[in-house]
């Protein structure tokens, strides 16, 4: 079983930034791929950015096309934490962000991660 909390969400101006934070428990969550979600309102859950687990400290990133170039996802498994960097925010960028975990990246990806965290909001203001 893995809780996953999402903290760092906020109301900040356009073009600046916010890094969200992820904390996960239990033992194994070096070997979980993690994904970010957003949601805005009225809108579909969709897929902003996930990261692979790694027995050798090679991790790969995959990012939404509407976030690539200004979003980065990142982890630390000591403190068993995902984190989603947000740089060059844009009111479209509002919405409640969730994090995801799944053995299997492919599940990340696809929705479809046995865990998911309870969200946090991010207000970006024009």
């Known amino acids: 079983q893995v809780q996953l909390v999402e903290s760092g969400g906020g109301l900040v101006q356009a073009g600046g930034s916010l890094r969200l934070s992820c904390a996960a428990s239990?033992?194994?969550?070096?070997?979980?791929?993690m994904g970010w979600f957003r949601q805005a309102p009225g809108k579909e859950r969709a897929f902003v950015a996930a990261?692979?687990?790694?027995?050798?400290?090679?991790?790969?990133?995959n990012y939404a096309d509407s976030v690539r170039g200004r979003f980065a996802i990142s982890r630390d498994n000591a403190k068993n934490t995902v984190y989603l960097q947000m740089n060059s925010l844009k009111p479209e960028d509002t919405a409640v962000y969730y994090c995801?975990?799944?053995?299997?990246?492919?599940?990340?990806?696809?929705?479809?991660?046995?865990?998911w965290g309870l969200g946090t909001q991010v207000t970006v203001s024009s």
């Open positions: 995801a975990a799944d053995p299997n990246l492919i599940r990340v990806v696809t929705y479809k991660a046995d865990y």
């Open positions: 239990g033992r194994t969550f070096s070997r979980y791929a």
């Open positions: 990261i692979n687990w790694s027995d050798g400290n090679t991790y790969y990133a």
